[in-house]
């Protein structure tokens, strides 16, 4: 019989990792959600309409989080694509909205510079997708586009579906303005 001790894993990969007590703490100060709420009944994951693309799923990376191992949370794709659809706040007993929680951790994972060029591209994204609200109180989608792609230099990766998107009409050449942009153009200033 071996005396050799195996290594806890996960499908995660190594237990043995080191943890940051500090991690669920720093979520709750940027997102006012508490990771210690959620007692894993998997809602969140059987509502996410992205979760089948994520390399962690929803309720794993609170999982994740309320057991201090940042590093796997902050370097994995699942933060990056939450949509933000609220969803999971719908479906939870708990009420914690892990899409703040997401958004805290991609906060976080720039701030630690764990952050791919993949992940690079969609936060240049969610970036043109907020200036654009704050100067139009809404997006116009060519524009948004056209900015993305010229910091991206990714020019014709989905070209025909722009063209598709045009000849059925979403999306207009000149910017619409709602009412209420001096509103919009407040919280921005918050």
């Excluded at 992205?50 to 902050?74: S, T, Y």
């Excluded at 990056?80 to 906060?107: F, I």
């Excluded at 591209?121 to 792609?149: A, D, P, T, W």
């Excluded at 025909?160 to 153009?185: D, H, N, T, W, Y």
Aim: net charge positive; aromatic share 6%.
């Amino acid at each position: 019989m071996s005396s050799e001790v195996k290594e806890a894993t996960s499908p995660l990969g190594s237990l043995n990792k080191p943890t940051d007590p500090n991690f669920k703490h720093e979520i709750r100060a940027i997102c006012g959600e508490n990771v210690l709420e959620c007692y894993q009944c998997g809602e969140c994951t059987a509502g996410c309409p992205a979760a089948f693309g994520m390399d962690i799923a929803p309720n794993q990376v609170m999982r994740l989080a309320q057991l201090g191992f940042a590093d796997e949370v902050l370097s994995s794709s699942a933060i990056w694509l939450c949509a933000g659809c609220e969803t999971c706040a719908t479906r939870c007993p708990r009420g914690v909205a892990l899409s703040k929680v997401m958004d805290a951790c991609r906060q976080l994972s720039v701030k630690s510079g764990k952050v791919t060029k993949d992940q690079a591209n969609v936060l240049k994204m969610h970036e043109e997708l907020l200036r654009q609200i704050s100067i139009f109180g809404r997006v116009h989608e060519i524009s948004m586009m056209g900015v993305y792609k010229m910091r991206t230099r990714d020019f014709f990766s989905d070209v025909f579906a722009g063209i598709q998107m045009f000849l059925k009409g979403k999306m207009g050449l000149i910017p619409s303005r709602i009412k209420g942009r001096k509103e919009v153009r407040g919280l921005f200033r918050k």
